[in-house]
């Protein structure tokens, strides 16, 4: 009966950690679009659903505001020098399109920095880790109309088009009254301790179900 009452209260104990440990929280998605804040550069649209797994935002105008005409954004917390592993799937329904993945501060003090290219109704898988260039708070999708003619306008135009390997020519959207939806799926960003966390948790639950089948063969023996 000890031996019963011990491995039932390592089981409990168990779920609790793994609950506790598995629990996490997703920060909402913010967005931007030029149009509706009067700023007639930027794109039209608006984000029509949202999930802790990514977003889709239709755009009736891309617009020719440069990429940051219509934005989808979540706070991040990213320390320079640390490892972080960020996955995201971009699609666009009807017509070819750049987008900007930033991870900055307010004064543009980049963590990270990538330009997606996706083709008309197809898809663009992201699975990548990084070391932060500086500690920054924000992750930015930049989905705006993008012609890599903003240097000089925008704050971060010179920093955002050394990312794009054939330069600020190579970005180019086609026109400004293009409509689409863009939509990310499949999207997580973490940590590398987080990562070492969920593999932790994943021993965890595989310990609390061997315990488990322990305790039902005891229970059984002692019926």
């Known amino acids: 009966m000890k031996s019963l009452k011990k491995i039932a209260a390592v089981v409990a104990t168990l779920a609790l950690t793994v609950g506790m440990t598995a629990n996490c929280f997703a920060a909402s998605w913010q967005s931007y679009f030029g149009v509706n804040e009067a700023w007639f550069e930027g794109a039209e649209g608006k984000l029509s659903s949202q999930s802790a797994t990514g977003w889709t935002a239709d755009m009736k105008t891309i617009g020719w505001g440069g990429c940051w005409g219509a934005q989808v954004k979540q ?8 490892e972080y592993t960020i996955k995201y799937t971009l699609s666009s329904s009807k017509c070819d399109k750049w987008v900007f993945v ?18 008309k109704g197809k898809s663009v898988s992201v699975n990548e880790t990084f070391k932060a260039t500086a500690d920054s708070d924000t992750l930015t999708f930049g989905i705006g109309g993008e012609f890599g003619d903003r240097k000089g306008i925008d704050k971060d135009a010179t920093k955002r088009y050394s990312y794009a390997s054939g330069g600020a020519a190579s970005l180019n959207d086609g026109d400004p009254t293009y409509s689409t939806t863009v939509k990310c799926t499949g999207f997580s960003f973490e940590a590398k301790s987080a990562q070492e966390q969920i593999a932790q948790t994943q021993t965890q639950i595989q310990i609390q179900q061997v315990l488990q089948e322990q305790l039902t063969i005891i229970q059984q023996a002692q019926q």
């Open 75 to 82: 706070p991040v917390k990213v320390k320079k020098g640390e």
């Open 102 to 119: 930033k991870i900055a501060d307010k004064k543009e003090n980049f963590a990270y920095g990538k330009w997606v290219k996706i083709k």
